[in-house]
């Protein structure tokens, strides 16, 4: 049969029966990933935003000011607030409440009406509809005209219509679900999680009180855990927490407000003495990590008033070499805030703002507010420009050590560290890097490994702490150039670039294996520092892991069981004693890699089949980046207070 037929045949058997038509949420219930993401943690989480965002958008509108989230013992989720509660008369063109509308029709919401809402978040008016669809079992209660209103839906279908089952003076929608088990491969809810993103509500949205209660945990009276989280300053209050753990170098924050054509701006910048550049940027309460025109036009204002100033003042006179752009952020942290009426986001999950009209305005409201700062506080402005001074010259000579690690390794395609034990597959996809503590563990490695697939890079100690060095010690330490090298990639050579080159990425896994104790954890701290603050790009791409090698072998007679947890540790050894003693038991803490043999080593840790690896991800960038430099910084009190709070095994080092 020819191709000719063979198309002819596909053609007429491909017909109006094969299209399929999915109604009201079905299509959510089919593909939700295209919705929110994912079907894992990320996506469970999101469920909650999106029925927070709705809260906040009443907020915005200056029509609540009180949410309150609860986590329940059978991790449903309860949302309340007290803003004016979702219409409930009769909607003319869908002949059914408006509030059977909003949870049931996809696109549906008062976010779409300008005379309802200014500016809005969520997921483009899926959001709440798309909750109802993902969860096995919703209610919702509306508070207004003195009555509560009520509906119940099954899988995003309601059980009956919208009823009136009581009377009450209080105001605002009350939305309780419980995500779909069949849907959700997580269903557990993270208190941590809710609670960071709620805290950065709070702190976007000043005067609001947001409330997070977890019943599945008590507190010391007895009752539920409970987090409040509310800012009285806003954006300053979010910036001192931020740079809570770094040396600042001027004593005040410098805050800017202004509104151009409708669109309201609020930027909070604060210079320390790290050598990182940490700006956060949001529109409409949406963290746009990927920034976009308002992060742009805020650098362009930021660059171009620093700089006029700086000649001005004749501080330059006696630089060799040009100031760039970097140069005026190193050791700026900054949080930028838009509300843009009707934003154009580059792709469904909102990591990049488009509209061009935004870099304009930000730029406008930068250089105006920062000219009058600059010239009322010339102390400050010295101080600031010094720094600036600073930094290019420590650019200049970090360029050429840059220049020295591409032109010794990624550039001139050769020289891959002596150490770095290859593997024989040169599809990045199948490639993976075990970037091993010690030299020692790393020979085991070597031994124990899969060749094929499996390229061993043994690190020697500590790798440099970056969040305390500046740019060109970094590129001048061995193990970050062997680091570098060995993945294949390259970092701009542009000055006003510090993208990384992923085009040449030799692995698609990217391991991190250290011991199991306090210097291991270290290790691995470190290792991360570098990826966040310089190959950010690794992370967000989900090419980096964590090995997690057993913390026990447990022995008796022929018997051998391997323990990951304390919890495994004792179920083991109480399985093992049934006749009610430990006689014959031996019990062997691992606390380094070196002593397992190589075949230990490969079936506990390294082989794809058995092993257990955790996956680096940024669930929350700002976050991320006070931990790390809380974590990595001088101040120790409230770097022991995190591990001591955070440590899995308590005893770790015994």
Not at 59 to 78: F, L, P, R, W
Not at 133 to 159: C, D, F, N, T
Not at 596 to 610: F, G, I, K, V, Y
Request: with cysteine; hydrophobic share 35%; charged share 30%.
């Amino acid at each position: 049969m020819s191709d000719e037929e063979k198309l002819q045949i596909a053609a007429e058997t491909y017909t109006a029966d094969n299209i399929q038509v999915l109604e009201g949420l079905e299509a959510v219930r089919k593909r939700p990933a295209m919705y929110i993401g994912d079907v894992d943690v990320r996506g469970l989480h999101h469920l909650v935003y999106e029925v927070i965002d709705n809260s906040i958008d009443e907020a915005m509108a200056g029509y609540c000011n009180e949410i309150k989230v609860i986590i329940h013992q059978d991790n449903s989720i309860t949302v309340r607030d007290n803003g004016r509660g979702i219409p409930v008369d009769m909607h003319e063109k869908e002949q059914r409440s408006a509030l059977e509308v909003v949870m049931t029709v996809l696109h549906a919401g008062g976010k779409f009406n300008k005379d309802s809402y200014k500016v809005s978040g969520g997921l483009h008016g899926v959001g709440v509809s798309c909750v109802n669809a993902l969860s096995s079992h919703l209610w919702v209660k509306i508070y207004r005209e003195g009555k509560i209103w009520y509906q119940e839906y099954e899988k995003g279908k309601p059980i009956e219509p919208v009823k009136i089952i009581g009377e009450s003076k209080s105001v605002g929608t009350e939305t309780h679900f419980k995500p779909d088990p069949s849907i959700f491969n997580a269903t557990v809810f993270d208190a941590e999680i809710l609670a960071n993103r709620m805290r950065e509500l709070a702190f976007l949205n000043k005067k609001i009180r947001l409330t997070l209660i977890d019943e599945r945990t008590s507190n010391d009276n007895g009752g539920p855990s409970t987090q409040v989280f509310y800012s009285e300053n806003g954006l300053v209050d979010f910036i001192n927490y931020l740079d809570e753990n770094r040396e600042k170098l001027i004593p005040e924050p410098i805050y800017m407000e202004g509104e151009r054509a409708n669109t309201p701006i609020e930027i909070v910048l604060q210079y320390n003495t790290s050598f990182a550049e940490n700006l956060h940027a949001y529109v409409n309460n949406i963290n746009t990590h990927e920034g976009g025109t308002h992060l742009a036009g805020f650098r362009r204002g930021l660059t171009r008033t620093l700089k006029t100033y700086a000649e001005k003042s004749g501080m330059l006179k006696n630089l060799k070499f040009d100031i760039s752009g970097d140069d005026f952020r190193e050791g700026l942290t900054a949080i930028i805030s838009v509300k843009v009426a009707e934003p154009q986001f580059e792709g469904q999950t909102k990591t990049k703002l488009g509209n061009s009209e935004v870099m304009g305005i930000v730029d406008q409201v930068v250089s105006e507010a920062l000219n009058n700062y600059l010239e009322e506080h010339p102390k400050e402005a010295r101080t600031i420009v010094n720094k600036v001074i600073l930094a290019a010259t420590a650019r200049h000579a970090a360029r050429k050590a840059r220049e020295l690690v591409q032109r010794k390794g990624v550039l001139s395609g050769s020289g891959l560290p002596g150490k770095l034990a290859d593997c024989t597959e040169r599809d990045p996809a199948m490639a993976e890097l075990f970037l091993v503590e010690g030299d020692s563990a790393g020979g085991t490695a070597k031994q124990g490994r899969d060749r094929r697939f499996q390229a061993i890079l043994p690190l020697r100690g500590k790798i440099l702490n970056v969040e305390k060095a500046m740019q060109h010690k970094i590129f001048d330490s061995e193990e970050i150039k062997n680091i570098f090298t060995a993945l294949g990639v390259s970092i701009g050579t542009d000055e006003d670039s510090k993208a990384l080159n992923l085009e040449k990425l030799r692995y698609h896994k990217i391991i991190i294996m250290t011991d199991a104790d306090v210097d291991g954890s270290h290790i691995a701290t470190l290792i991360l520092t570098f990826f966040f603050r310089y190959m950010k790009e690794l992370i967000e791409n989900g090419y980096v892991y964590i090995a997690t090698p057993p913390l026990y072998l447990i022995k008796k007679g022929n018997i051998e069981r391997y323990c990951w947890t304390e919890e495994e540790r004792i179920n083991i050894v109480a399985e093992l004693s049934k006749d009610g003693t430990d006689k014959g038991i031996h019990i062997q803490r691992y606390k380094g890699l070196g002593e397992m043999n190589a075949e230990q080593l490969w079936s506990t840790t390294m082989d794809p089949e058995r092993r257990m690896l955790r996956q680096v991800t940024i669930e929350n960038g700002t976050e991320a980046d006070r931990i790390f430099s809380m974590l990595m910084g001088d101040d120790v009190a409230p770097r022991r207070e995190f591990i001591e709070r955070n440590a899995r095994y308590a005893n770790i080092d015994a």
